[in-house]
């Protein structure tokens, strides 16, 4: 038996969730953009491999949704209304945050309040199981006293209701190689979602770094629950790093952020969570750098990074740098480059502190580039529609219009990309080593089709349909259910609302 020390508590505890409410003056004041942009955006065909499936659309103005199964939904909420509620449910996770060395916290929310349990079980025999202390509907449970680089098995139980088993890989404590997935802007379509999750679920890696726009709306609780619904395998067993989006901000009502904190916060070393849109972790030989691209940076975020760039040129044995925001400083697509970060020098900042890899989204696009001797990628593709090439950035190398994600590789001073469409194809296959420039080869040699011109007189901010109109891709079903499911639901809450 690991005779280690071995602690788990509620991490809510260390940063009470109802200080989040700060947030309204550290915060909010330094959103620029945090609402949706007016110009329509523009969905361009799905690159997934299609076949024929029914064909449905669904626009997001903010704060509504409209289905064509609205029918079907109401013929199930009379089906099922009088069938009794479930003792307990577990409505989002289990699934891992604050994943490190020695901790993981355990996060999961319920339909009702109940109390929860985490069992888990560990190389050499190792096994622990804590209750809340507490019944609520959501659980942050921080488990410390685990071994570096070495594989659990967890579950959870709450009311009688218990999860599936799943598992977890520790940081390592050495500088081994290791991998992680990169994916972003995975709001708006549910079914282009669930297919790139479910090639995500069979790409190797340690966890994974998303670029922001997780949700089209991030005070929407619904689509908060789509997203855990179609990720609920991917999370439960590997770390999610996230970078908050546009989207998920909501200024200045600051329910998006304190949303987004709750599930998603960045953390200390030792697992408390930080009350800030910012942070920073390590794996193996690389600093991660998780930003709030949205920020004016003329105050704190910009000093907060100053300060751990200069502290991590003298981290024994760090080796990369990468820096992870949603609206990088390059790119060829709808957006362009984030003009703050270089009108407030954050890439000079960046360059003269090592900064060798920078991962964006924003532009819902594969772009790959090197600019101000900052090598970086735009990965936008996780769901969102598609934009088009609309200029020609200088430091653009290769561009793409696809829905996509990317494995990433680092073994010592070698980093590895390989690009993979959401039908699995690749894009290209690009490293470097140390300081050198982008090395790539070329991907699979048939093309994805080009996005077709824009829709003439379309007036949502947010046109979103699914990709291929009357096409299919292999993940609908999911996406399908999912939207049936919430269609459900909102239909049996305003039943309920009426009786009451």
């Not at 942050?140 to 799943?166: I, K």
């Not at 005070?219 to 619904?229: G, H, P, R, S």
């Amino acid at each position: 038996m690991d005779s280690k020390p071995f602690t788990v508590h509620d991490a809510t505890a260390s940063v009470p969730f109802a200080d989040l409410s700060d947030l309204r003056v550290r915060e909010a004041p330094q959103i620029v953009s945090a609402q949706p942009l007016p110009r329509p955006e523009t969905p361009a065909k799905s690159m997934v491999d299609t076949a024929a499936r029914p064909a449905f659309q669904m626009q997001r103005p903010r704060g509504q949704r409209h289905l064509r199964f609205a029918p079907l939904a109401a013929s199930l909420a009379i089906a099922f209304a009088s069938a009794p509620a479930a003792s307990a449910e577990i409505r989002k996770g289990p699934f891992l945050q604050a994943l490190g060395q020695t901790g993981v916290t355990v996060k999961l929310e319920l339909a009702t309040p109940e109390a929860a349990t985490v069992e888990i079980e560990g190389p050499g025999g190792f096994k622990a199981s804590r209750a809340s202390e507490s019944a609520k509907r959501f659980h942050a449970l921080r488990v410390d006293g685990l071994s570096p680089a070495s594989t659990y098995t967890y579950r959870v139980t709450a009311g009688g209701a218990q999860s599936a088993p799943a598992q977890f890989t520790t940081a390592p404590a050495d500088n081994r190689p290791f991998r992680f997935v990169v994916y972003g802007d995975s709001r708006s379509d549910p079914s282009t979602h669930a297919a790139v999750a479910r090639m995500i679920e069979s790409a190797p890696g340690d966890f994974f770094v998303h670029t922001g726009d997780m949700v089209y709306d991030g005070a929407d609780e619904e689509e908060w629950q789509e997203l855990f619904t179609i990720e609920r395998k991917l999370l439960a067993n590997r770390c999610a790093f996230v970078a908050i989006g546009n989207h998920e901000l909501t200024s200045p009502d600051p329910k998006g952020q304190i949303t987004f904190l709750r599930y998603f916060a960045a953390t200390e070393n030792d697992g408390r969570e930080r009350p800030h849109l910012y942070g920073s972790f390590r794996w193996s030989n690389t600093r991660f750098f998780l930003l709030n691209a949205m920020d004016t940076w003329t105050g704190d975020e910009k000093e907060w990074l100053r300060a751990e760039l200069a502290a991590a040129l003298d981290e024994p044995g760090l080796q990369h740098r990468v820096a992870v925001l949603h609206h990088g400083p390059f790119s060829s697509g709808r957006h362009g480059g984030n003009v703050r970060l270089k009108k407030q020098g954050i890439v000079d900042l960046m360059r003269d502190h090592k900064v060798d890899l920078l991962f964006a989204g924003h532009d819902h696009v594969y772009e790959r580039g090197e600019g101000q001797g900052i090598k970086y990628i735009v990965s936008g593709g996780a769901g969102a529609p598609l934009y088009r090439r609309e200029n020609s950035a200088p430091e653009t190398q290769a561009f793409e219009a696809t829905h996509h994600f990317l494995e990433v590789a680092v073994d010592g001073e070698k980093v590895d990309v390989v690009a993979r469409r959401a039908s699995g194809a690749v894009i290209e296959q690009c490293g470097f080593k140390g300081t050198e420039s982008w090395s790539c080869k070329t991907g699979d040699a048939k093309a994805a089709p080009k996005p077709p011109a824009a829709a003439a007189g379309s007036s949502s901010s947010c046109a979103c349909q699914v990709p291929g109109g009357s096409s299919s891709l292999p993940g609908w079903p999911l996406g399908l259910a999912a939207s049936l499911v919430l269609a459900l639901r909102r239909v049996l809450r305003r039943t309920s609302e009426v009786d009451a």
